[in-house]
């Protein structure tokens, strides 16, 4: 069985959905809705994420989770 990675528009959506998350009227928040309208909204998310130690963390625990449920939405939906 093979589990399929995500695409670019799912990955831009997870990066949407944390921004979307975050507390409003934050310096961070502001950035990262910026950094994803941006030519290359990956490398510059990716560039302030890494800036933001705090964040960064929930960055990452937000993607686990989300390839988490990714995985688990596509062991539910095998033939087995």
Do not use: C, G
């Not at 959506?13 to 998350?21: A, E, L, N, S, V």
């Not at 928040?29 to 309208?37: D, H, I, N, S, Y």
């Not at 490398?43 to 686990?64: G, P």
């Amino acid at each position: 069985v093979e589990i399929e990675k995500w695409n670019s528009a799912e990955a831009f959506k997870i990066m949407h959905d944390f921004t979307h998350q975050l507390k409003d009227n934050t310096k961070i928040k502001v950035l990262l809705l910026e950094a994803l309208e941006k030519r290359k909204p990956f490398r510059e998310f990716k560039f302030l994420i890494d800036k933001y130690d705090d964040y960064r963390d929930d960055w990452f625990a937000f993607k686990n989770a989300q390839q988490e449920q990714l995985v688990k939405e596509q062991i539910a939906n095998l033939d087995l």
